[in-house]
C-alpha cells in the first residue's frame, strides 16, 4: 500500500527546478580544463572538479563561479569542486576568451594535503594579485575585458554597469 509521499517522489529522470535556471554538465568545458590543467602543469591532488554551464545564466553581473562541493553533492557525484560557468556568455565567446574563463576558475581550486591527519582538504582559494599578475603577464587582459562586453551586450547592461561584471 502506498501513501500520499510515494507518488511526489522523484523517478529517475526527474529534475527538480528551483528557478529559471537550467543546469547542464559540459563535456566541452571539461576537455578545454584537462589542457590547461596539463598546458599550466596545475596539481589538485585527488580532487575531481565537476564542470556545469547554467542558462541563461548565473546572474546578470556573475560571469563564472568555483565553488566547493557540499558533502551530499561530494556524495552522489563524487566531484570535490564545481565550475559553473553562464551558458549564454561561453555560446558567445571565443575559444581564447573561454580558456582564460576557465583558467581563471581553475586558479580557485585548491586542495590542501594534511600529513597530520593524512588526508586532503578541499579548500577555495581566493587568487591574490600574484595569480593575476601571473595569468596578465602571460596572457594579457584582454580577454576579461571581453567577458565584460559580451555579458554588458547579452543583457543590455548601463556602459557605466560593465565593470561590475565579475568572475
Known amino acids: 500500500m502506498s501513501n500520499q509521499n510515494d ?3 522523484l523517478r529517475p529522470g526527474d529534475t527538480v527546478s528551483h528557478s529559471d535556471k537550467q ?15 596539463e598546458r599550466e602543469s596545475l596539481d589538485f591532488g585527488p580532487a575531481e ?5 547554467v542558462y541563461p545564466n548565473l546572474s546578470k ?8 562541493a557540499s558533502r551530499e553533492v561530494k556524495y552522489y557525484s563524487g566531484n570535490d569542486y564545481l565550475v559553473e560557468i553562464s551558458g549564454e556568455m561561453w555560446d558567445m565567446l571565443d575559444t581564447k576568451t573561454k580558456e582564460m ?18 588526508e586532503w582538504k578541499m579548500k577555495i582559494r581566493k587568487p591574490d ?3 593575476y599578475y601571473e595569468i596578465n603577464d602571460k596572457y594579457g587582459n584582454e580577454w576579461y575585458k571581453t567577458v565584460q562586453a559580451t555579458v554588458s551586450s547579452l543583457y543590455d ?7 561590475k561584471v565579475s568572475l
Open 7 to 9: 507518488l511526489n517522489a
Open 23 to 37: 543546469l547542464m554538465e559540459s563535456p566541452e568545458i571539461e576537455k578545454i580544463a584537462e589542457r590547461i590543467i
Open 49 to 53: 572538479i565537476g564542470y556545469f554551464l
Open 61 to 68: 553581473y556573475r560571469a563564472a563561479k568555483c565553488k566547493k
Open 101 to 118: 574563463v576557465l583558467f581563471h576558475q581553475l586558479m580557485h581550486v585548491e586542495p590542501v594535503y594534511k600529513a597530520k591527519k593524512q
Open 129 to 131: 594579485f600574484n595569480d
Open 157 to 163: 547592461l548601463d556602459p557605466r554597469r560593465e565593470s
